[in-house]
């Protein structure tokens, strides 16, 4: 199974923007769907968007028009682009890996990165 290292979070006005990055490592990253996950003080952590091998890409109803996954499978690594951020996008943000379309197996959770959207 694949480790995360997530990076750039950080301090940003409503309106603004990230983009976050996912370092993967491990074998065969071009295998899996990879997806984006989020988890908000007292909140569970939920999907914000998945990128399957063959392109298909899912987004959370929250995140639609605003957010965009990418990844660079030469480099085993994902992306998330944040536009017009909105306090309520604040939580911590983490990315996963599976097989298929459906979430299942997940592996070890990395340290995530914190995205806080305040004025």
């Known amino acids: 199974q694949l480790q995360f290292a997530e990076s750039g979070g950080g301090l940003v006005q409503p309106g603004g923007s990230l983009r976050l990055t996912c370092v993967a490592s491990?074998?065969?990253?071009?295998?899996?769907?990879i997806a984006w996950y989020r988890q908000a003080p007292g909140n569970q952590r939920e999907a914000v968007a998945a990128?399957?091998?063959?392109?298909?890409?899912t987004y959370a109803d929250s995140v639609k028009g605003r957010f965009t996954i990418s990844r660079d499978n030469a480099k085993s690594t994902a992306y998330l682009q944040m536009d017009s951020l909105k306090p309520e996008d604040t939580a911590v943000y983490y990315c996963?890996?599976?097989?298929?379309?459906?979430?299942?197996?997940?592996?070890?959770w990395g340290q995530g990165t914190q995205v806080t959207v305040s004025s």
């Open positions: 996963q890996a599976y097989f298929g379309e459906t979430p299942n197996n997940f592996g070890a």
């Open positions: 990128l399957t091998r063959s392109r298909m890409i």
């Open positions: 491990g074998s065969a990253f071009g295998l899996y769907t």
